[in-house]
């Protein structure tokens, strides 16, 4: 049997979350972000806007524009709406920030042939939710990917076997997933400007060039991809950021909010029963440029101390530009499964009393919200934000990735 790949994708995800909270917006051109562009509306598009866009100059090109900060949690419960959804045509899902892979090998005699399942999908995802979402259907997640891309919004586009390379091959590389802008330059420097040029190159020459990531291309630029579907129950990485609503050189406010999304991450880690060994500080200052430090810890962890001073750490050492910071972010990584009984054999007795401390932190937020303790010097932040049951309402939060 074929296999049989969908990847879904919500068309603009956070605007669209917002038209269809307030449908005075349906028809005007939205944006959703802080500093840059985070999201924007397909009549927003239409002005030439685009994600990462800076928001100064998206004003300039769209002065009507309506300009949104955000709300993390609705969109995370939209999100989790639409998977729900497609958990009803298959198990086998692979769910990202907005979008999704679904494995639908087999799944022919429930729901009807390729196109008639999409079909259904999207119907019942814009009868349930209001959004709308794109689909392609390929062999393979490579050109499943490519064909949901080819046609937004609110597209279906399915790819049959063997007709890959004639669907895929004159598009421009950079549509290949993987290449970046600088593998682009690489490229176009090579004269190697469509994905069917990229086939004719021999892998030993991919690798040379880029590592292993030249397997990967030499594979998705035949149309291939030996990635399977999985539900990834493990995240890459756990990941949160966010602009601050002003810019600022404030030490307190900026180590407040290190410590504010240091506590969500370990937080996030203690729910899925993993410790991280990697710790990475994003700082992005006024003229937007930016910086990324990691650095590992001494021991795999899940408590929000250790992980704060390493964080806190790095910021020190790297901050130090005379430029204001807009956001700044933390990133973990490299995790292992814990259980109770290893934490109780390697540990002195201070280190369990603290990760018994930080669950009971958790137990309490758990029933009453997020709020109900803050703690540490996220205290620094309660004279400056606001807070709501989920915590401290921030401009641009963004999801585990």
Known sequence: MPPLVMHLDIDAFFASVEQVRNPRLLGKPVIVGAGVIASCSYEARRFGLHAAMSLAKARRLCPQAVVLDGNYPTYRA????????????????????????????????????????????????????????????????TVARI???????????????????????????????????????VLHRLNVQTIGALAAMPQWALEALFGANGAAFHERSHGRDSHVVSRREIPKSISRETCFHRETTDRNEIEGMLHYLSARGTRTLRELGLAA?????????????????????????????EVYELACDICRRTCQRRVSLR???????????????????????????RARFYRTLDEVRKRYGYSAIIAGRSLDLLDSLEKNDHGFVLRTPSLTK
């Open 78 to 141: 939209f999100a989790e709406q639409v998977w729900d959804i497609c958990r009803g045509f298959t198990p086998d899902m692979e769910t990202l920030l907005d979008d999704a892979y679904l494995d639908l090998t087999g799944t022919e005699r429930l729901h009807g042939e390729a196109a008639s399942l999409a079909r259904d999908l999207k119907s019942r995802v814009r009868r349930e939710t209001g959004l709308t979402v794109t689909t392609g259907l390929a062999a393979s997640r």
């Open 147 to 185: 064909a949901s891309a080819s046609q937004k919004p609110d597209g279906l586009v399915v790819v049959k076997p063997g007709k890959e390379m004639s669907f895929i091959g004159g598009l421009p590389v950079e549509k290949l997933p993987g290449v970046g802008r600088v593998t682009a330059k």
């Open 277 to 305: 060994k990697t710790v990475t500080v994003k700082i992005r200052y006024a003229d937007f440029t930016g910086e990324a430090v990691s650095k590992s810890l001494a021991r795999y962890t899940d408590l929000d101390d």
């Open 327 to 353: 956001g700044i972010g933390v990133v973990l990584s490299r995790f292992k499964p814990t259980t109770a009984e290893q934490a109780g054999l390697f540990d002195g007795e201070n280190r369990r009393r």
